[in-house]
């Protein structure tokens, strides 16, 4: 188990940029995977991006795909989340979660962060 806090969330104009970042504590942060969900009001939890435990692979939402970055560094025991050209629809509540599993399913992940807010305005 790994425990999970996320930061660098808040309010931003759309088109602008936030950098989410997700520390762990846990030894075996490396052994990872890492993703990133989000969760608007009133929708179910959606997959972002996630990030397998050596970096070599990446994938991303559709929603997403050539606007926001996963990536991680695990000497420091960080992943991170860049997110540019925001938009209105990505105002949700991000969170992130670790797996040993390689997936993208919600039910696969069993450690969890508090989530941050993210608020895109016009």
């Known amino acids: 188990q790994v425990q999970l806090i996320e930061s660098g969330g808040g309010l931003v104009q759309a088109g602008g940029s936030l950098l989410l970042s997700c520390a762990t504590s846990g030894r075996t942060f490396g052994n990872y995977v890492v993703a990133w969900f989000r969760q608007a009001p009133e929708k179910e939890r959606q997959f972002v991006a996630l990030?397998?435990?050596?970096?070599?692979?990446?994938t991303y939402g559709n929603s997403v795909k050539g606007r926001f970055t996963i990536s991680r560094d695990n000497g420091k025991n960080k992943a991170y989340l860049q997110m540019n050209s925001l938009k209105l629809e990505d105002t949700a509540v991000y969170y992130c979660?670790?797996?040993?599993?390689?997936?993208?399913?919600?039910?696969?992940?069993?450690?969890w962060g508090q989530g941050t807010q993210v608020t895109v305005s016009s």
């Open positions: 979660a670790a797996s040993r599993l390689y997936s993208d399913k919600e039910k696969d992940y069993n450690n």
């Open positions: 990030i397998t435990p050596t970096a070599v692979n990446t």
